[in-house]
């Protein structure tokens, strides 16, 4: 079991990193894009 639980951390970890980026460029891209809309 504690080796499952190893793994899975591991892996959950590579996700947070691979998403949190994404996720930050996202709203960056939105933030982005209202002000021109708005013109």
Do not use: D, E, W, Y
């Amino acid at each position: 079991p504690n080796k499952l639980g190893g793994v899975l951390a591991l892996i959950l970890s590579i996700l947070i990193l691979v998403l949190v980026p994404f996720l930050h460029t996202s709203k960056q891209r939105s933030m982005m894009f209202r002000p021109i809309s708005q013109c």
